[in-house]
């Protein structure tokens, strides 16, 4: 096909999400959800494969992977730019309240779905527990359910409710801890600033901060023009940006796909 057939093409053919959207965003964010994918299969794979016959190799390096002090380096820094561009995305919204309450339903289904399915494979999958209290998708939630009472004022306004964040991020971590394990009001609070012992878990401090921090940055570099700041794009980065456009789906579906596939592996390869 000529070179003149194609720019016809080009010029005829209407723009779709990869196109009009803001491409840089999509883009880490979609990298970032790949890394959480990743993360999960070596999670899983470490659980299954101690039961397989000749795969004690595959464990170890699973195992290996999954207990280095780099992987917590990573997750945190990984977790801290999917906040961030998570509130660089809210930034752009109109429909913020819509979207809190749907998370805040997905993540209630979340932890009513992971708790039966604790109930029910916990035990034949030789797991400690696989119920999820407090994750991503409720800090999320709750960062835009926040985020609602300040976008109107503009960037100053997302300004003071960084600072707000900021501030009482510092304070769980200085005069908050302390509290957490006596017998009183505070324990139930835990899920705030540290873990509680369940599958996965993430405080609302500091990473509802990093939200804020990414809406402060669209406000001011983005809007009110909403306009990419990458100009050139290339076809390379499609499936990365698809991802990052349907990131909260993936996030959802992608353990029960994983541990699906493990588990008819696990029928195969089981001792």
């Known amino acids: 096909m000529s070179e003149a057939v194609l720019e016809k093409e080009n010029i005829t053919r209407k723009p779709g999400a990869f196109e009009k959207r803001i491409h840089e965003i999509d883009f880490i964010r979609g990298f970032l959800i790949g890394l959480v994918v990743i993360d999960h299969i070596f999670c899983f794979l470490m659980i299954f494969s101690g039961g397989w016959k000749g795969c004690e190799g595959l464990h170890r390096v699973c195992s290996f992977y ?15 730019g999917f906040c961030l561009v998570s509130g660089a995305s809210t930034a752009f919204s109109k429909n913020n309240w819509i979207r809190a309450g749907q998370m805040l339903a997905f993540a209630a ?46 960037w100053k306004t997302v ?54 921090a990414g809406a402060l940055f669209a406000s001011v ?27 909260l789906i993936i996030y959802i579906s992608h353990i029960v796909v994983i541990i699906g596939i493990l588990s008819l592996l696990n029928v195969f390869l089981g001792k």
């Open 66 to 80: 999954w207990n280095h002090d780099a992987r917590g380096i990573v997750r945190f820094f990984a977790l801290a």
């Open 221 to 247: 570099f983005y809007l009110p023009g909403k306009k990419s700041l990458v100009k050139n794009r290339y076809n390379w980065e499609r499936p990365l940006c698809f991802m990052g456009r349907h990131s």
């Open 159 to 212: 300004l003071i409710g960084t600072l707000v964040m900021f501030f009482l991020s510092w304070f769980s971590y200085q005069h908050f801890l302390e509290y957490v394990d006596r017998e009183n009001i505070f324990v139930h609070c835990a899920p705030l600033v540290r873990p509680t012992g369940n599958a996965d878990w993430l405080p609302i401090f500091p990473f509802i901060f990093f939200f804020f």
């Open 109 to 154: 289904i979340l932890t009513i779905g992971s708790t039966v399915a604790d109930a029910l494979l916990s035990k034949p999958l030789n797991l400690s527990t696989l119920r999820i209290d407090f994750n991503v998708i409720a800090v999320l939630a709750w960062s835009t359910l926040f985020y609602c009472f300040f976008q109107k004022g503009g």
